[in-house]
């Protein structure tokens, strides 16, 4: 058998992984032999790190009377490493009681990991504080969560309970909120807003029974706002009145989702026109969110709730954004982009430019041609990419294949320009494209690849 002090003379040579590979492999292969435990007494005597190898080495051979041996070294991390080692099933409460605030917390940490109920309903019967038995009771039995939770629901982790036991969350919740004045009722949703999107998951009903009878004075709490897609599919018509009466844009933060929009889409055909109205209402002064709501309805809605949302509203002087323009039907687009055009704040040509491509491709070559030959590059980029993107609205073939004759005018012209006329281009849909003549779009397309001036942006569009 090879002797302690002849094993760690080749340490030094060796990383810290190598050297419990080294010391679990001689444990191994002489773990039979009878001078293995004095041979372990000695390497554990040499220094606290080589105490920290025989718990590997314990370990390995399943030496669990070494382990609680080494449970009680003097040195605190070989404590610590001992006892998350150390089956469970060995650990009594006596030994709990016993061990530093920071090794408990380490253990707490493995009960709750491997699901050790039976452990945390044992320790729960000790004399403890409210602050350690707090953090055994979200892995505790139900049993004993309800007994506890009335009294530790400040000190408990919230998501945790939520995650294991949505119910006694929502049984606490209701009991905090039930008929309590605005204060006392955000400081509940303030309580259980770690766990709302277990709770979401678990019983969508109950949370929307609970926030329209007792929510926050915020309507829907700021942290439900990545979950209202399922609240939405699970309960559209209460879901949207929430929306409506929400005083902060909840769910259009910055611009609206992808996510949102396809699920107001699914949503929305369960609410009758006046729902709609009063939800689309709620938002017309913010151009994001209204299109928002626009575009989850078939174009064929989309001009009358635009209208009776907007009834008795001056907008006589409203700018719309791009947007919206985008997501109203053809007639509707035109004749809202033709009035903006009519606003001072739109009287430049670059204003006009601009609005063109929003408008009926006759009244934007009116507008757009006369600039193609203009002297700036951004004006001649403007109008020409706005006489592609109306003929694009149109969705009139030939619109579209006279737009495209325009590639065989730019093939000399400054990149920027062709940059814009390409984007332009690919805002017309592809069934749309396979039926117009593109041989000056190809023509365009050799062209820019073999140009030496043509930039990243223009290759890849």
Known sequence: MIAPAQLVADFPRLSHSARIQAVVGWALDHRAHPDLAAALDELTGLSTYHAGLVVDAARAIDDLPRLRQLAAHPSTAVRMRAWQILPLAEVSP???LEMPISLRRRLVSRLHREERTDVIAQLLKLELSDQERASLLAGAPPEELAAYLPDLADLVNVAAVGRRCPDLVLVQLRRRIAGAPPTVRDAGWAWVAPALKYLVLHNPTEVLQLLTTDGPSSVIPPVLSRHLGRLLRHDPKATIALLTRSPWAAGFE????????????RSLHHLNHDDRVTFARAHVHDNFRFAAIL????????????????AGIQISTKQWAPQLLEVLPRQLREAEARRMAGLPSNNTVMG???LAGYRHPDEARQIALPSRRATDAEER????????LTAARSRDI????????????????????????????????????AQADVAPLNRLTKACSDARDSSWSTMTA
């Open 352 to 354: 006009q430019l601009q």
């Open 254 to 265: 910055g611009r609206p989702s992808i996510r949102l929009v396809r699920n107001l889409r």
């Open 295 to 310: 575009e989850a309805l078939p174009p064929s809605q989309r001009a009358s709730l635009f209208h009776d949302a907007l």
């Open 398 to 433: 030939g619109e579209i294949s006279q737009a495209l004759r325009l590639c065989d005018e730019i093939i000399k012209e400054q990149d920027p320009v062709k940059l814009a006329v390409v984007e332009a281009i690919e805002t017309i849909p592809i069934s749309l494209l």
């Open 94 to 96: 006596g030994d709990y």
């Open 381 to 388: 980029a403007t109008a020409l990419a706005a006489l592609v």
